[in-house]
């Protein structure tokens, strides 16, 4: 009796699964690792092609963006703030 088995590549997301691998970075923190897993069929039988990637830098680079782009937000927010106040200070210096 023969089951039906899926053929297709198996990802596993470094958003779930950071870490698969424990490897320290020089700073000491761990990479980031990409692990696809893909199907290989022979006469011999099914194989599995298992790709490690590491995508550490681009992943603390992104982070990194997104962590200036809160800021560079809450500083523009800020200045927003400090002009309306200023606009009403002026306001009131008027009447």
Avoid: W
Avoid at 22 to 42: E, F, H, M, W
Avoid at 84 to 91: A, F, T
């Amino acid at each position: 009796m023969h089951s039906k088995r899926s053929r297709r590549s198996v990802l596993f997301s470094p958003l779930f699964h950071p870490h698969p691998i424990p490897c320290a970075l020089k700073d000491g923190t761990l990479r980031v690792q990409k692990i696809s897993c893909i199907p290989l069929n022979y006469d011999t039988g099914i194989f599995a092609l298992v790709v490690v990637d590491d995508v550490s830098d681009l992943t603390y680079q992104v982070n990194a963006y997104r962590e200036k782009k809160k800021v560079l937000k809450l500083l523009n927010d800020f200045n927003d703030l400090k002009s309306k106040l200023k606009n009403v200070s002026n306001y009131l210096d008027a009447v």
